[in-house]
């Protein structure tokens, strides 16, 4: 379990050493190598707790339960998409150690948040998966990074003082670990409960807090945009259902209204969704809707909710980055993003419109894909513990529908014919390896249920 966290820090440290033409295949190699030990290593179970700071609750205290472990293994995964994604030109550049290795401290902060069962210690995990992309965006997005990257940079600040207050209220209270037999006084979890709820409505995110994410994916580079939205923003709901364990009174109260909240979010994602213009803003904004779903099954507070949250953040985590991998390729094929612009793409590059074809029906919900078993899984908690939120699902699945056939039908027809004659054996290009090691799971999750359920060591959705 160690390893997770300390292969990526070797790697950090021997960065600065390695000559520019093994920065990639390095980088690649340390993706790798962490996602077979959260494939093949990790078990639920597992656990690690080491005094470090007693004076201040601070135990270096890690652990691997059945929530965790998937997103440890997507964590991984994501990472090594993003690292095949990575490419010389405008937007990214293998030769810059800048951006990798702020792109490894994300995923090491996102590990140690994941971990994490010691609240002082996942407050620095998540830190430390936010802060980069600060710079990730400021150094290498678009025309308008600076603005998107302190947009960024001030939503996160206000998050990130939320957190630690209401963790510090917590540590003062000598609650320091998640599974603490320490009781909290109902009166402060209602306190740190609004505290973490700003936290979680900013960094999940809920609406009408999103506004910042549109523009940092706006601008962000492509492999950073993968990973901010496969894995990173999943640090938040992942802390959501943490400390839940222990408000549980103010868990309990806030439910429904959490709940609606979060079909709120998913209507809203979906209607924000089918008004883009552009390919990049249509998948954040469709990340929102996602997001929706996660939020109404973890308010439920039932292992079956958890496990649908859980599904979804892995389904979400592998369709959103190969969007936006798509959504870059789209603009080297096309020129541009915007999806007025889409016509003709099938005809110069069928096999991306293949993959985008696959991403798109997961979006949808479209049963054989990862979305599905999540999403269907908090229909079914949501029709037995609050079924008004049928009434925001109902609507918003038609919207997202619509929203991802329009963007399909754009890209399959239409077109000149000698858009033809450019190029049909995509199959080669360079980067396509991060869109199979999505594509691939993608599928793998959604047909085959009985493999995740015995990996993760988890009953099903009952």
Same mark, same amino acid.
Do not use: C
């Given at each position: ?21 093994? &920065? ?8 790798? #190598?962490?996602?077979?030990?959260? !494939? ?24 691997? %339960? ?5 997103? =440890? ?25 800048? %951006? ?14 994941? =971990? ?36 960024? !940079? ?12 209401? $963790?510090?209220? @917590? ?16 009166? !402060? ?5 609004? &505290?973490? @709820? +700003? ?11 999103? *506004?910042? &994410? ?5 601008? +962000? ?64 904004? #469709? ?10 099954? *973890? ?30 390729? $789209? ?13 003709? @793409? ?22 054989? *894909? ?52 450019? #190029? ?17 799971? *993608? ?11 015995? &990996?993760?060591?988890?009953?099903? @959705?009952?």
């Amino acid at each position: 379990m160690l390893a997770l966290l300390i292969i990526p820090g070797i790697f950090l440290v021997i960065l600065p050493l390695l000559p520019d033409n093994w &920065l990639k295949p390095a980088f690649v190699a340390m993706a790798f #190598s962490d996602l077979l030990l959260a !494939l093949f290593v990790l078990a639920p179970g597992e656990s690690i707790d080491v005094a470090w700071w007693p004076q201040l609750g601070l135990n270096f205290a890690l652990g691997v %339960s059945r929530y965790n472990q998937p997103l =440890l293994w997507l964590n991984g995964l994501v990472l090594l998409s993003s690292a095949l994604a990575t490419k010389a030109g405008k937007a990214w550049s293998p030769l810059s150690k800048g %951006s990798i290795f702020w792109l490894s401290t994300a995923y090491l902060g996102v590990s140690l948040a994941f =971990l994490s069962q010691n609240l002082l210690l996942y407050f620095v995990g998540f830190e430390m998966a936010v802060l980069p992309f600060f710079l990730l965006v400021r150094k290498d997005g678009g025309e308008n990074r600076r603005q998107a990257a302190f947009y960024f !940079l001030g939503f996160s600040a206000v998050a990130g003082m939320m957190l630690l207050a209401a $963790v510090l209220s @917590l540590v003062v209270r000598h609650v320091t670990g998640f599974y603490s037999n320490h009781s909290v006084p109902v009166g !402060l979890q209602f306190v740190v409960y609004l &505290l973490l @709820l +700003a936290t979680w409505a900013i960094k999940t995110p809920l609406w009408p807090f999103h *506004l910042w &994410l549109p523009q940092t994916h706006g601008e +962000a580079s492509t492999p950073a945009s993968m990973y901010l939205s496969g894995v990173a923003l999943k640090v938040a709901p992942y802390g959501f259902l943490l400390f839940s364990h222990i408000l549980p009174i103010a868990s309990h109260r806030a439910s429904p209204t959490l709940a609606m909240w979060g079909g709120i979010t998913l209507l809203a994602g979906s209607l924000l969704a089918l008004g883009q213009r552009d390919l990049k803003q249509t998948v954040a904004q #469709s990340s929102i809707a996602s997001m929706g779903y996660v939020m109404i099954a *973890l308010s439920l507070g039932t292992p079956a909710g958890d496990q649908a949250a859980v599904l979804v953040m892995v389904g979400h985590g592998l369709a959103s980055p190969l969007l936006f991998w798509i959504a870059g390729e $789209v603009e080297k094929v096309q020129g541009s993003r915007q999806l007025d612009d889409l016509p003709g @793409l099938y005809r110069k590059d069928p096999f991306l419109v293949t993959f985008l074809s696959v991403a798109a029906f997961a979006y949808m919900g479209i049963p054989g *894909l990862a979305l599905f078993p999540g999403e269907f899984g908090v229909i079914l908690v949501a029709f037995r513990h609050m079924p008004a939120t049928l009434y925001l699902i109902g609507p918003g699945i038609l919207v997202m529908a619509a929203t991802w056939l329009r963007v399909l039908a754009r890209a399959r027809f239409g077109g000149r014919d000698q858009d033809s004659a450019i #190029s049909r054996l995509s199959f080669g290009r360079q980067g396509t390896g991060s869109g199979l090691w999505l594509t691939v799971p *993608l599928l793998w999750v959604g047909l085959f249920p009985e493999w995740w359920i015995h &990996l993760w060591h988890w009953g099903g @959705l009952r």
